[in-house]
Nanobody, 119 residues
Framework: QVQLVESGGGLVQAGGSLRLSCAAS????????MGWYRQAPGKQRELVAV???????NYADSVKGRFTISRDNAENTMYLQMNSLKPEDTAVYYCNAAGVLRGAFSEYWGQGTKVTVSS
């Protein structure tokens, strides 16, 4: 059963913008913190940004001031607005949901969407 579905990746020139979307099931979206991770070729997966159910956000230093994470509770969708993109932002971006519900920790991942930033 697919729980998280990403969209919005693609090819963009340096300095450009992209918006990623992650649609989640209502049960996940309502109960878990959501986040974006990325994995560049040959590198480990890293946290990009997270947003709690209450809307608190946190960003990796490398994207602060350029990326904005948000969530639309009516649409059960999370977004990542990426501005001033750099070639080093090139990676597969993954949507993540994680948290504790009824005493059990659960974590979900999307299938990933590729972002390529050309110089």
């Amino acid at each position: 059963q697919v729980q998280l579905v990403e969209s919005g990746g693609g090819l963009v020139q340096a300095g450009g913008s992209l918006r990623l979307s992650c649609a989640a099931s209502r049960s996940i979206f309502s109960n878990y913190a959501m986040g974006w991770y990325r994995q560049a070729p040959g590198k480990q997966r890293e946290l990009v940004a997270v947003i709690t159910t209450g809307g608190r956000t946190n960003y990796a230093d490398s994207v602060k001031g350029r990326f904005t994470i948000s969530r639309d509770n009516a649409e059960n969708t999370m977004y990542l607005q990426m501005n001033s993109l750099k070639p080093e932002d090139t990676a597969v971006y993954y949507c993540n949901a994680a948290g504790v519900l009824r005493g059990a920790f659960s974590e979900y991942w999307g299938q990933g969407t590729k972002v390529t930033v050309s110089s």
